[in-house]
């Protein structure tokens, strides 16, 4: 099984933190930028027809902030041109006050059934502060609508000014609401975003405070019945996001649009990051690629290293050896004394301890050469 991709560009305005291709002043190029998507996915389809797909996931940007009739056309098309499963997952981003029943009707007609809600903070004042465009209001009644989907929230920790009491009102106001998924991200400041400068000031929390975020998170979602199934992801048992699990299994995927990223039969291609070279690209019946690389063997090793001890089900040997024809044991004879403390094995396979796993950045990389 493998994933779909389709990166939305426009929203309605930029978060202070954010550094992903999103454009909040280009919305007027919605049907050129589309029509040239559209074309993108009908010229790869032909070479993807030994694939069977099981998740597809629309990202950006805001994808509910655009017409709905570009969501519906982009899921026709995938329907036409793919092998998709029965049980398909099918993700859409949502800010809180960009969607309406009548777009709701629409996403159910394009066969969406589940909803990634991005809150980040219960704190208005936070909301404000990070540029966000909706507040504590907004999001319920985001809720409200979708109620009766299969619904995740995203919240954030490190935000400006946010205390353990915002921390912990953000988790119970997500927890309240009918969800089977919550994503927990620390904000990491990008440079040249407005926030990278906040960083520098010292205006954000430290890392130890971040940390001791994370911990407390951990543990008010384990008594409310999540697990933590990655790092950053905690789950109702059964309803783990396929399509995020694909890319923590190394599994191959196909991204669509502006700045997507895409992993097929071992090689990593990248799409331009801005509309007007992406569109020029495909209008001159071009790919927008702007990087493409082969993966060397032992790059594979570690990028399956990486992603599988994000989990916490870590690193299968069965797995292991099915992938590379090697034992595992043996390939990392020499990295493992120095982070052995930090890891439990198995006879099955190894995984970072739970009390490690926040920091597992600082013991994946002694795997690396």
Not at 161 to 182: G, M, P, R, Y
């Amino acid at each position: 099984m493998a994933g779909i991709y389709i990166h939305v560009p426009f929203c309605k305005d930029k978060c202070t933190y954010c550094d992903f291709a999103s454009f909040p002043r280009e919305i007027g190029k919605a049907e050129a930028y589309f029509a040239c998507l559209y074309k993108e996915i009908k010229s790869r389809a032909q070479s993807l027809k030994d694939k069977t797909f099981d998740t597809i996931y629309f990202g950006g940007g805001t994808p509910s902030y655009v017409d709905p009739k570009f969501i519906l056309g982009a899921m026709r098309l995938i329907k036409e041109q793919f092998n998709l499963a029965n049980d398909l997952e099918v993700t859409l981003e949502v800010n809180p006050g960009t969607i309406d029943k009548g777009k709701l009707l629409i996403y159910k007609k394009a066969g969406i059934n589940r909803f990634s809600v991005g809150l980040q903070s219960a704190d208005d004042k936070i909301l404000r502060d990070i540029n966000r465009i909706h507040n504590v209001t907004d999001f319920l009644r985001t809720m409200k609508l979708l109620k009766g989907f299969n619904l995740s929230v995203d919240i954030m920790l490190g935000l400006p000014n946010q205390t353990f009491e915002s921390v912990k009102q953000t988790i119970a106001l997500a927890t309240s609401q009918d969800i089977k998924h919550i994503s927990v991200y620390a904000l990491t400041p990008e440079e040249g975003t407005p926030m990278y400068s906040r960083y520098l000031n010292g205006d954000l929390p430290d890392a130890d405070t971040v940390t001791d975020y994370y911990e407390e998170v951990v543990k008010i979602l384990k008594e409310l019945g999540f697990d933590r199934y990655e790092v950053s992801n905690f789950a109702k048992p059964g309803f783990e996001s396929r399509h995020n699990l694909n890319y923590w299994k190394r599994g191959e995927y196909i991204g669509f649009g502006v700045a997507a990223s895409s992993f097929i039969n071992e090689r990593r291609f990248t799409n331009a990051q801005r509309i007007d070279e992406y569109v020029h690209c495909l209008l001159h019946g071009k790919y927008a690629e702007i990087i493409s690389e082969d993966i060397p063997e032992d790059e594979r090793r570690f990028e399956y290293i990486m992603l599988h001890l994000r989990t916490s089900l870590g690193v299968s040997f069965e797995d292991y050896k099915k992938t590379f024809g090697t034992d595992f044991m043996l390939d990392f004879k020499d990295k493992i004394p120095p982070v052995r403390k930090y890891l439990e094995f198995t006879d099955d396979g190894v995984k970072i301890k739970d009390e490690y796993l926040y920091v597992q950045n600082n013991i994946i990389i002694q795997f690396m050469d």
